[in-house]
């Protein structure tokens, strides 16, 4: 049996590929990084709350703490498109698209800069979202396959096929 994805690593499969990295090898530390975040929010809103009395006044000091918050609050929100952005950024040029063959004894990914192969054993934690299947290999590596660009069969014949292959049981991210 054999299954090809075409993926076109593009912001939104790049966003998927952070989320997943977040919500499963990075979750204990994301949590910690939301925790202290949210804490610094709000110390930095009751440090200006405290300080006003008859008005607010806009001290040089007020604004970098307000603009520290808010810049920490829009990371806390928008994370994973960020890193996403980063990711893309980083790419090398001619892997913005990706057709990955997969059969019995591993699988292998092609781009216009080259070809890599792997063995399943190197797959850490398998996810899925609606629209991608992302494998992660660590905390800072993940590769998405786009569901709707399968060929060789259906979605759930791959999911049984991977989770057979690798060992592991795919993790539903939402």
């Known amino acids: 049996m054999e299954f090809i994805f075409e993926t076109t690593y593009n912001q939104k499969a790049l966003t998927t590929m952070a989320k997943g990295v977040r919500k499963t090898a990075r979750k204990k530390r ?6 202290f975040g949210w804490i610094v929010i709000a110390l930095a809103l009751l440090l200006t709350l405290a300080d006003i009395k008859d008005g607010i006044e806009f001290t040089a000091n007020r604004i970098i703490t307000l603009v520290a918050a808010l810049v920490i609050f829009i990371v806390l929100i928008f994370e994973d498109k960020i890193n996403g952005y980063v990711a893309r950024k980083r790419m090398l040029p001619g892997t913005e698209k990706s057709k990955a063959t997969f059969t019995e004894e591993g699988f292998h990914s092609e781009t216009d800069v080259g070809k890599t192969e792997w063995n399943y054993d190197r797959v850490l934690i398998l996810a899925e979202t609606k629209d991608y299947f992302i494998f992660v290999f660590s905390t800072s590596h993940a590769q998405v396959y786009d569901k709707n660009n399968l060929s060789g069969g259906t979605v759930d014949e791959f999911r049984n096929f ?13």
């Open 162 to 174: 991977i989770c057979e292959r690798t060992g592991k049981t795919m993790t539903t991210i939402k």
């Open 30 to 35: 994301t949590k910690r990084s939301h925790i």
